[in-house]
């Protein structure tokens, strides 16, 4: 397997910035994913898994522990068999974009998918945060996933076993590491499926700052609340602080224009949850991952 010293991490992020990484593995293949997960877990080695990088936040030092990359490689998606019911099943490995098996789907005249296309993530990360857009999340398509445990053993569990809910599942917490997941879906009509996808990332296109580089929507949902009108409603469409700016084309997107450090994202994050706070009596919770030490 590939192993770098010092890789600088803002190649790996849609944020576009971080420091090294002390050493950066990339392995060949789920299976020696498996034998590279036990060997850590042994050696008693902190690591953490890098797909796309795109929910994500590394800090401008860099981080200690070792990264093990899994979109490169693990990016495989095939239609199994399907069931008596007229339900298809897809496998995706973890490193395989979501957005990827949405089209594969696509192209085999599936439907369930649609609005997991503009999702810029691993199927890894998605399954571990069940990621969602327009009223569809993973759950609601999801057979099982495939994860590997900290002790490098293979375990099948279902949606219901990960306990997947809004913008959550097990994986973090019992630090299980997403190698596969199977998609279970049926049968439809191409042209709507297509129609379908078009009308997704055109609003996409429209409202969110997609050009721009950032890690997507940065605050989970409050419950009853919207993440960017909140924002918005604090005078903080715009507010920028160094290289980092809360988008004006949609406040629930902290963008970085180019010229940004991890830490003028990182204070900015903080600010805008700060004001709204006190402004609205509402606590954003950041659905971004931070690294390293801020």
């Known amino acids: 397997m590939k192993v770098i010293k010092d890789e600088l991490l803002r190649k790996h992020t849609s944020f576009r910035v971080g420091g090294p990484a002390k050493v950066y593995v990339v392995p060949e293949d789920e299976y020696e994913l498996e034998k590279l997960i036990e060997y850590l877990y042994t050696e008693n080695l902190e690591y953490k898994i890098l797909g796309n990088g795109t929910n994500l936040l590394v800090s401008d030092e860099g981080v200690q522990f070792v990264v093990v990359e899994i979109g490169k490689n693990l990016d495989n998606v095939e239609l199994l068999e399907d069931s008596p019911e007229g339900i298809f099943y897809v496998r995706a490995l973890a490193g395989t974009l979501i957005g990827k098996a949405a089209q594969f789907a696509a192209d085999h005249e599936l439907t369930g998918m649609e609005a997991l296309r503009g999702i810029p993530g691993t199927v890894g990360g998605a399954v571990t945060m069940n990621a969602g857009?327009?009223?569809?999340?993973?759950?609601?398509?999801?057979?099982?996933?495939?994860?590997?445990?900290?002790?490098?053993?293979?375990?099948?569990?279902?949606?219901?076993?990960?306990?997947?809910?809004?913008?959550?599942?097990?994986?973090?917490?019992?630090?299980?590491?997403?190698?596969?997941?199977?998609?279970?879906?049926?049968?439809?009509?191409?042209?709507?499926?297509?129609?379908?996808?078009?009308?997704?990332?055109?609003?996409?296109?429209?409202?969110?700052?997609?050009?721009?580089?950032?890690?997507?929507?940065?605050?989970?949902?409050?419950?009853?609340?919207?993440?960017?009108?909140?924002?918005?409603?604090?005078?903080?469409?715009?507010?920028?602080?160094?290289?980092?700016?809360?988008?004006?084309?949609?406040?629930?997107?902290?963008?970085?224009?180019?010229?940004?450090?991890?830490?003028?994202?990182?204070?900015?994050?903080?600010?805008?949850?700060?004001?709204v706070l006190?402004?609205?009596?509402?606590?954003?919770?950041?659905?971004?991952?931070?690294w390293g030490n801020f």
């Open 278 to 290: 006190l402004e609205q009596g509402v606590e954003l919770t950041p659905e971004v991952k931070i």
């Open 133 to 275: 857009a327009y009223g569809t999340e993973i759950k609601d398509v999801l057979l099982s996933a495939e994860v590997i445990t900290k002790e490098g053993k293979r375990l099948i569990l279902s949606g219901d076993e990960l306990k997947l809910g809004y913008r959550y599942s097990i994986v973090p917490e019992q630090e299980y590491v997403v190698v596969a997941a199977t998609f279970a879906l049926k049968k439809g009509d191409k042209n709507a499926i297509k129609a379908e996808m078009e009308d997704y990332q055109q609003r996409r296109k429209d409202k969110q700052p997609i050009e721009k580089a950032s890690a997507g929507s940065t605050f989970k949902r409050p419950e009853g609340y919207f993440a960017g009108k909140l924002i918005e409603d604090c005078g903080l469409r715009g507010f920028r602080h160094g290289g980092a700016q809360v988008s004006e084309k949609h406040c629930g997107f902290v963008i970085n224009d180019g010229t940004a450090r991890a830490q003028d994202i990182y204070w900015l994050i903080g600010e805008v949850r700060k004001r």
